[in-house]
Nanobody, 116 residues
Framework: QVQLVESGGGLVQAGGSLRLSCAAS????????MAWYRQAPGKQRELVAS???????NYADSVKGRFTISRDNAKNTVFLQMNSLKPEDTAVYYC??????????WGQGTQVTVSS
């Protein structure tokens, strides 16, 4: 099973930017579809952005135009560039990997806090 480790979370003021990274173990990273989810206190986990193995991207309406997901297969890493952050973006952000052949896995999460 793939192991995922997120980094890059922190405290930022509204309007600021953060870049999250998710490093994956193993040598088959390029065939995984990758995604970022987030979960705010008292709310369900929701999909933020996804990127397929052939680099097709999808975004939640709430982050379109502000967030960008990308991947670097040579570094086994997926990124989430978050700009124009809002207090409502405050949540724990989780990295997710999925492959029909190899299964799925979650990272441990990284906290993002946006102050107003």
């Amino acid at each position: 099973q793939v192991q995922l480790v997120e980094s890059g979370g922190g405290l930022v003021q509204a309007g600021g930017s953060l870049r999250l990274s998710c490093a994956a173990s193993g040598s088959m990273f390029s065939i995984y579809h990758m995604a970022w989810y987030r979960q705010a206190p008292g709310k369900q986990r929701e999909l933020v952005a996804s990127i397929t193995s052939d680099v097709r991207t999808n975004y939640a309406d709430s982050v379109k135009g502000r967030f960008t997901i990308s991947r670097d297969n040579a570094k086994n890493t997926v990124f989430l560039q978050m700009n124009s952050l809002k207090p409502e973006d405050t949540a724990v952000y989780y990295c997710y990997a999925y492959s029909v052949r190899l299964g799925a896995g979650w990272g441990q999460g990284t906290q993002v806090t946006v102050s107003s």
